[in-house]
């Protein structure tokens, strides 16, 4: 018996990639910056936005709604009025814990580095 030709060849179906999943979640500009902070505890929408000026209201409530949905983040509302709805990391995203501490110290090794450029980050 003949050996296959490379087109006749098969091979095993691709195997999910374990970056590309972790990226799905902590990818994107705000994810990363959202987890930190209710890494530290539960926090008010509110609250988010002081600690993250940049985000704009409309991204923070998306950023949050994707995060919730992928499962690392939990959302409680309060029946009072008007309505107060707390976020927390759940026991999913706190697994990502040693990730964001991870990017946040190789972040202070990137802005001392900028001390030593200049003040210009370099690409």
Known sequence: MASPTHAEETYPPPQPCPLTAALEVLGGRWNLIVLYWLADGTRRFSDLER?????????????????????????????????????????????????????????????????????????
């Open 51 to 123: 600690l993250i000026p940049d985000v704009t209201h409309k991204m923070l409530a998306s950023t949050l709604r994707r995060l919730e949905s992928a499962g690392v983040v939990d959302r409680r509302v309060y029946a009072e009025v008007p309505p107060r709805v707390e976020y927390s990391l759940s026991d999913h995203g706190r697994s990502a814990e040693p990730v964001i501490e991870a990017v946040r110290q190789w972040g202070h090794v990137r802005l001392e580095h900028a001390g030593t450029t200049g003040g210009r980050l370099p690409r």
